[in-house]
């Protein structure tokens, strides 16, 4: 069982936090078995979007990111999450009130977005984030690769064209 919880967290390491993560998906999975008797996701598929967000707010560590990465992952469900670096960059471009936080940004940005375009721009605003220096507000990026400063797509970007 040692062998299997290393092997588990090497696994989910690349996504950081990974005993944090751990513990939480361990905690999931312990309360699936108690409340269904299986370890399957599979019911929300039935369930309403709203329905679904409740469900697994329930579990201890499952946070509004987790929810609707779940949504818009893994149930294809029109859905915007917001991390950090999507964060960091709606607030840059001006897209989020300057007082909101990361769950107010969330809520105020599926307002606004078109359901049609969440998963792409949020795709490209991740990856934009974890490459871009200036994007995320870190001096590097833990790819290693350089990023040249004039390369980014959103540096000449005009707040005052798109509204959010």
Request: proline content about 4%.
């Amino acid at each position: 069982e040692v062998n299997c919880v290393w092997s588990f967290l090497f696994s989910i390491r690349c996504g950081g936090l990974a005993p944090t993560k751990a513990s939480c998906i361990k905690n999931v999975l312990r309360c699936l078995r108690e409340r269904r008797g299986e370890l399957c996701l599979e019911y929300l598929r039935d369930l309403s979007v709203d329905e679904v967000k409740a469900e697994l707010s329930l579990f201890k560590g499952i946070g509004p990111k987790t929810v609707a990465c779940v949504l818009m992952f893994n149930l294809q469900q029109d859905d915007f999450p917001v991390d950090t670096h999507i964060f960091e960059i709606a607030k840059t471009m001006g897209w989020v009130p300057s007082v909101a936080d990361k769950n107010k940004s969330y809520i105020h940005l599926n307002q606004r977005i078109p359901n049609e375009l969440k998963f792409d721009l949020n795709s490209l605003l991740y990856t934009n984030g974890k490459l871009c220096r200036k994007c995320s507000g870190k001096k590097g990026n833990k790819q290693g690769k350089k990023c040249d400063d004039n390369s980014c797509p959103l540096l000449n970007y005009d707040k005052e064209s798109i509204e959010l």
